[in-house]
């Protein structure tokens, strides 16, 4: 078995700051996932990457940077947090990229003050 | 595109009795279907996911049916139990696009 680890657990920023998101896979998974999470909305993708140094946009890429410098870790940067923003970030992972089962971590809390 | 529709935002129900999540969907090619399930404060987990064969697949008491002719998925588990109290996602894979296009969610409560 494998685990996804994200830190932080939570985040606070404010308004117009840049924030990272970090995601750490040990299951030697090629793709890895970022989504947002948000109350009554389901889970929308962020970025993916299947491979070290690639990036893929998803449906909500606007806002948001990524980066996968190892194939065990993706990170998601926030360019500028909006006022009063919540929401769960989650990441995953998967085998390959269509198909699989993806496993996801345990999330960020992002809240912008 | 791919969509996904969940029709219940919100299933309250008790314990022992029968619950049905529905799942429709609509996809240009052939797709996966997966229910995933997400207790509170946990990562969303694989429940299920659909087989091209046509077999039933099953976990913890829960299966679902993909039925192409109708583009449904349906989630079903014939006696509930309070530890069935989750956030449940139907979601959906294909060939063209990566990662999973989900629903918006079906969050089931069940009282003793």
């Known amino acids: 078995g494998g685990i996804i680890t994200q830190t932080p657990k939570f985040l606070i920023g404010q308004e117009g700051q840049k924030l990272t998101l970090k995601c750490q896979q040990n299951f030697n998974h090629d793709t890895m996932y970022w989504y947002r999470q948000d109350s009554g909305k389901g889970l929308r993708l962020i970025y993916y990457s299947i491979t070290e140094n690639d990036l893929q946009k998803g449906d909500l890429s606007e806002g948001y940077d990524a980066s996968r410098e190892k194939k065990s870790s993706f990170s998601l940067t926030v360019t500028s947090a909006q006022k009063n923003e919540m929401a769960v970030f989650l990441c995953?992972?998967?085998?390959?990229?269509?198909?699989?089962?993806?496993?996801f971590g345990p999330g960020t809390r992002l809240t912008v003050l | 595109g791919d969509s996904v529709t969940q029709t219940e935002g919100l299933v309250t129900l008790t314990e022992g009795l029968p619950v049905m999540l529905n799942c429709t969907y609509q996809?240009?090619?052939?797709?996966?279907l997966f229910w995933y399930v997400q207790h509170l404060n946990e990562a969303p987990k694989l429940l299920l996911k659909?087989?091209?064969?046509?077999k039933r697949p099953e976990h913890q008491g829960f299966h679902a049916t993909l039925h192409k002719s109708s583009s449904s998925f349906h989630l079903q588990k014939s006696s509930a139990q309070l530890s069935d109290s989750a956030l449940y996602y139907c979601a959906l894979s294909s060939v063209y696009a990566q990662g999973l296009t989900f629903g918006l969610g079906t969050r089931v409560s069940v009282f003793p």
């Open positions: 996809s240009t090619y052939s797709p996966f």
């Open positions: 995953a992972s998967s085998i390959d990229g269509n198909y699989a089962e993806q496993f």
């Open positions: 659909s087989f091209t064969d046509n």
